[in-house]
Nanobody, 124 residues
Framework: QVQLVESGGGLVQAGDSLRLSCAAS????????MGWFRQAPGKDREFVAA????????VYADSVKGRFTISRDNAKNMVYLQMNSLKPEDTAVYFC?????????????????WGQGTQVTVSS
């Protein structure tokens, strides 16, 4: 089992950058693929980005491709989401999630462990 705690959210202006962090507990962090999801008010939670266990494979939603970068540090039990060129439509609560899956990393239902979320608000 793993516990996840996100940080780094905040209020920024369009075009700014933010770096979200997710700290994971436990000694088996490298066994999990990690994902970032987001949920805007009144909308379903949606996939943003994911990274496999070794960090050698990443996948992004089309809406963030080229602007966001996911990375991980297995020695520190950390996963990050660097968000550049932020837009008002990026406003949401961002969640970190973990899965044992080595296959489909874009599906919300494949993730068993979730953090509490961190709010990102982008003003125009």
């Amino acid at each position: 089992q793993v516990q996840l705690v996100e940080s780094g959210g905040g209020l920024v202006q369009a075009g700014d950058s933010l770096r979200l962090s997710c700290a994971a507990s436990g000694r088996t962090f490298s066994s999990y693929a990690m994902g970032w999801f987001r949920q805007a008010p009144g909308k379903d939670r949606e996939f943003v980005a994911a990274i496999n266990q070794s960090g050698g494979y990443t996948v992004y939603a089309d809406s963030v491709k080229g602007r966001f970068t996911i990375s991980r540090d297995n020695a520190k039990n950390m996963v990050y989401l660097q968000m550049n060129s932020l837009k008002p439509e990026d406003t949401a609560v961002y969640f970190c999630a973990a899965t044992y899956s080595r296959l489909v990393l874009t599906t919300l239902a494949n993730y068993a462990y979730w953090g509490q979320g961190t709010q990102v608000t982008v003003s125009s």
